[in-house]
């Protein structure tokens, strides 16, 4: 059975402080890896699919990297508009259904 | 509007009647999900379907029923309702492809059972 582990469960920042959410999963052939932002009343927006390891995404503040046995998204200099929940999911095996992480609650402060 | 739409957005019922909640996309995407989120357990998987016609378990079925009679609409019903299903509920589409396909969501609906 796929599984994600998401650490930490909550992160709060400085503006400009950068830093990292960790991705931990097991899956059975993997094939894919989504990030995805959650803002509070809405569904999640896709963010990354990383493929296979080493692969590494980017798009303006964040970038996601990819390794056999966890993801990391890295936050750069981070603003208050970044604050939101980070959930991480894996796709793996023949079918297509994503397995997702609780989530990184991240809260970035002025 | 393209894209994938739910309705209600909001629901508020009681225990042991039945309810329908919407779900409709645009993007003739093969795959459709269903997904509820709560705290503590994040997001679940009810029930998937790979095509019209075909439907599939995830891993929180019990009290629930989907159809999927045509390729855009995939509907979930509580067929009697009870407090446990209160929750935000979230369908998402994929398309079908030879590698990992991300899914987009819906805007969710959350439900109230009282």
């Known amino acids: 059975e796929d599984q994600v582990t998401q650490s930490p469960e909550a992160l709060r920042l400085q503006e400009g402080e950068s830093s990292s959410l960790n991705c931990s999963y097991t899956?059975?052939?993997?094939?894919?890896l989504f990030w995805y932002r959650q803002d509070p009343g809405k569904g999640p927006e896709f963010l990354f699919t990383?493929?296979?390891a080493g692969e590494e995404k980017e798009k303006e503040r964040l970038k996601a990297t990819l390794t056999k046995k966890e993801s990391f998204l890295h936050i750069t200099a981070p603003k208050p508009e970044d604050s939101a929940t980070y959930l991480c999911?894996?796709?793996?095996?023949?079918?297509?259904?994503?397995?997702f992480g609780k989530g990184t609650l991240l809260t970035v402060n002025p | 509007d393209a894209g994938i739409t739910q309705s209600p957005r909001y629901k508020i019922t009681e225990t042991g009647r039945q309810v329908t909640l919407m779900c409709h996309q645009t993007?003739?995407?093969?795959?459709m999900f269903w997904y509820r989120q709560d705290l503590g357990h994040g997001l679940r998987l009810i029930y998937y379907?790979?095509?019209?016609?075909?439907?599939d378990k995830g891993e929180v079925p019990d009290g629930y029923v989907v159809s999927r009679s045509k390729t855009e609409n995939f509907p979930l019903t509580l067929e009697s309702a009870t407090r446990s299903q209160t929750s935000v509920y979230f369908c998402?589409?994929?398309?079908?492809?030879?590698?990992?396909?991300?899914?987009?969501f819906g805007q969710g609906t959350r439900l109230t059972v009282v």
């Open positions: 998402a589409s994929s398309a079908r492809t030879g590698g990992g396909t991300e899914a987009f």
């Open positions: 379907s790979a095509a019209a016609d075909i439907t």
């Open positions: 990383l493929y296979s």
């Open positions: 993007w003739s995407h093969s795959y």
């Open positions: 899956v059975s052939g993997l094939r894919g």
């Open positions: 999911a894996v796709q793996g095996g023949s079918n297509y259904k994503l397995t």
